[in-house]
């Protein structure tokens, strides 16, 4: 079997682990590591036995595959190079900074029937995962995404820097438009809104409250979903589910009929979860799990977001809100 030459563009912190995934990888050679920082790729480099770059334009035509991991203004310029000289891309979250950005790759994309993985990473997630043969017609959903203060990703504010990966698995288990959105959010450390609360309100009467923090004093990865005769709590973080049912058996809890099943999941390496089956779709030329329009849709909502908040402070006494 031809092995998969893949690349990877932007080795800081997250970057360097999806080198390293690759390296590990039957099947897939790491062709090479692009960084700004010249040093920081050739230490990448020599660690995994693969080449460094200072340009990105330099894996054309060494790369079949290529992961775009820099700061979200770069995402459109680099993966459009890619894109038109027939790579196939994962790009992290978010896509882009903009839907005509998204829009353009997606058409490129399609013109040349090219790959594109948006890093939603919680869609790996094996609790997530699980929950796809649960959840059916939610009714409610609260998620909470509360992270301590890392200084990363603060050229976005906390909606596409961390509530984009709630707004993506919602939308993914609601299958529904959002025709109403009101938000708050302020920034505390950063420039940018480092806390934001949002309610969407669906086409077809669901419900999500939706909370993230970058300046919280722990880290928090929580959903709860309720829909007809089932109530579904789960912690991204320990992998934990638990199932209430209204279905006759219940007889330890106190509400008659109700049953309630607990689980609890081996701890999974989500990024790798992620990066083979991004492999597998070049190798198959299959369409990938979190494609580029789903990328685009959790962009849509979460500009909506942004404009909420936006507005609502712009109606209060002192200065605007950047975000």
Same mark, same amino acid.
């Given at each position: 079997?031809?092995?998969?030459?893949?690349?990877?563009?932007?080795?800081?912190?997250?970057?360097?682990?999806?080198?390293?995934?690759?390296?590990?990888?039957?099947?897939?050679?790491?062709?090479?590591?692009?960084?700004? &920082?010249?040093?920081?790729?050739?230490?990448?480099?020599? *660690?995994?036995?693969?080449?460094?770059?200072?340009?990105?334009?330099?894996?054309?035509?060494?790369?079949?595959?290529?992961?775009?991991?820099?700061?979200?203004?770069?995402?459109?310029?680099?993966?459009?190079?890619?894109?038109?000289?027939?790579?196939?891309?994962?790009?992290?979250?978010?896509? %882009?900074?903009?839907?005509?950005?998204?829009?353009?790759?997606?058409?490129?994309? /399609?013109?040349?029937?090219?790959?594109?993985?948006?890093?939603?990473?919680?869609?790996?997630?094996?609790?997530?995962?699980?929950?796809?043969?649960?959840? /059916?017609?939610?009714?409610?959903?609260?998620?909470?995404?509360?992270?301590?203060?890392?200084?990363?990703?603060?050229?976005?504010?906390?909606?596409?820097?961390?509530?984009?990966?709630?707004?993506?698995?919602?939308?993914?288990?609601?299958?529904?438009?959002?025709?109403?959105?009101?938000?708050?959010?302020?920034?505390?450390?950063?420039? *940018?809104? /480092?806390?934001?609360?949002?309610?969407?309100?669906?086409?077809?009467?669901?419900?999500?409250?939706? %909370?993230?923090?970058?300046?919280?004093?722990?880290?928090?990865?929580?959903?709860?979903?309720?829909?007809?005769? %089932?109530?579904?709590?789960?912690?991204?973080?320990?992998?934990?589910? %638990?199932?209430?049912?209204? /279905?006759?058996?219940?007889?330890?809890?106190?509400?008659?009929?109700?049953?309630?099943?607990?689980?609890?999941?081996?701890?999974?390496?989500?990024?790798?979860?992620?990066?083979?089956?991004?492999?597998?779709? &070049?190798?198959?030329?299959?369409?990938?799990?979190?494609?580029?329009?789903?990328?685009?849709?959790?962009?849509?909502?979460?500009?909506?977001?942004?404009?909420?908040?936006?507005?609502?402070?712009?109606?209060?006494?002192?200065?605007?809100?950047?975000?």
């Amino acid at each position: 079997m031809k092995p998969i030459r893949v690349g990877v563009v932007g080795v800081g912190y997250l970057g360097k682990f999806h080198a390293e995934k690759y390296a590990g990888m039957k099947g897939v050679k790491l062709a090479g590591v692009v960084d700004v &920082v010249p040093e920081r790729a050739e230490s990448v480099a020599k *660690r995994l036995g693969t080449e460094s770059f200072a340009d990105y334009r330099d894996l054309i035509g060494q790369v079949d595959a290529v992961s775009v991991v820099v700061p979200t203004p770069l995402h459109f310029t680099i993966s459009r190079v890619f894109l038109e000289n027939d790579v196939d891309v994962l790009i992290e979250k978010p896509i %882009t900074e903009t839907l005509e950005e998204a829009d353009a790759l997606i058409k490129i994309a /399609d013109s040349r029937d090219l790959i594109i993985q948006v890093g939603h990473l919680e869609r790996f997630n094996p609790a997530v995962v699980a929950l796809m043969h649960v959840v /059916d017609r939610p009714l409610f959903i609260e998620s909470h995404r509360l992270s301590i203060f890392k200084g990363r990703g603060t050229e976005v504010d906390v909606v596409l820097d961390l509530m984009i990966h709630d707004i993506d698995i919602i939308l993914n288990f609601v299958k529904s438009e959002p025709k109403n959105i009101h938000a708050v959010g302020v920034p505390v450390i950063s420039p *940018r809104v /480092d806390i934001a609360n949002a309610r969407l309100v669906f086409e077809n009467g669901c419900v999500a409250n939706v %909370t993230a923090s970058r300046i919280s004093m722990k880290n928090m990865r929580k959903i709860r979903i309720f829909q007809k005769d %089932t109530y579904v709590a789960v912690d991204y973080a320990s992998n934990d589910i %638990t199932v209430l049912r209204k /279905d006759g058996r219940g007889t330890e809890l106190p509400v008659p009929g109700i049953s309630m099943e607990q689980s609890t999941f081996e701890k999974a390496d989500s990024l790798e979860a992620e990066l083979r089956s991004f492999v597998e779709s &070049v190798r198959n030329r299959q369409a990938p799990l979190v494609s580029a329009r789903d990328g685009r849709n959790a962009l849509r909502v979460a500009h909506g977001i942004i404009e909420q908040i936006e507005a609502t402070n712009e109606q209060l006494p002192g200065k605007r809100v950047t975000s």
